[in-house]
């Protein structure tokens, strides 16, 4: 998810770690909040693989900044990872929002609703928090619980939605042509 976040706001422009630090944390919100010890030894991984590269600007201070800028390499590994997501940034919520949040970039419809479509059939599968003695998923009806019985309302609640929105968008991205002039599928 961090490596995802670090290259999609580096894609549209080149920033400074503290300003890549502010983005990526609103994002990721109080949820995952990402740490100094996490955020810099990514970046320098991500600048040994060539697909950022820094360079030292004047500060506003005596020190100088460090500007974060995408490779060409870069751009073309964010655009692989849009294009065929590892099964994890499918199935955790989490990690799919960052996902979509930098999906815009890759230019073809067909592709990003082909990445979408993944995520609704995942959600389409019946699931659950808990499971009965014979494992089968546990509905908010069958949840003596109160606790847990609410988290199953929410999270069908939020699924709902969720299902809504990818379907909407599927068939808007489906009725659209790509930067070819071709109809997304």
């Known amino acids: 998810m961090l490596t995802l976040a670090i290259l999609g706001f580096l894609y549209d422009q080149p920033l400074h770690g503290y300003e890549l630090k502010s983005r990526i944390t609103g994002l990721a919100g109080h949820v995952r909040p990402v740490s100094d010890g996490a955020l810099y030894p990514a970046i320098t991984r991500l600048e040994k693989a060539a697909l950022l590269h820094r360079r030292t600007?004047?500060?506003?201070?005596?020190?100088?900044?460090?500007?974060?800028?995408l490779?060409?390499?870069?751009?073309?590994?964010?655009?692989?990872?849009?294009?065929?997501?590892?099964?994890?940034e499918i199935t955790d919520q989490i990690r799919f929002f960052t996902l979509a949040a930098f999906l815009h970039q890759l230019a073809d419809p067909a592709r990003q609703a082909a990445v979408l479509r993944r995520r609704l059939d995942f959600l389409e599968a019946p699931s659950s928090f808990f499971y009965d003695?014979?494992?089968?998923?546990?509905?908010?009806?069958?949840?003596?619980?109160?606790?847990?019985?609410?988290?199953?309302?929410?999270?069908?609640a939020s699924g709902a939605a969720e299902r809504a929105w990818l379907a909407e968008t599927i068939t808007g991205l489906e009725g659209t042509e790509d930067s070819e002039g071709r109809k997304g599928q």
């Open 57 to 69: 600007e004047p500060g506003t201070g005596a020190a100088p900044r460090q500007t974060l800028e």
């Open 71 to 88: 490779t060409e390499e870069g751009r073309a590994d964010l655009l692989r990872r849009l294009a065929d997501p590892e099964q994890a």
């Open 133 to 156: 003695g014979d494992g089968h998923p546990v509905t908010a009806e069958r949840e003596p619980n109160p606790f847990r019985r609410g988290m199953l309302l929410v999270a069908r």
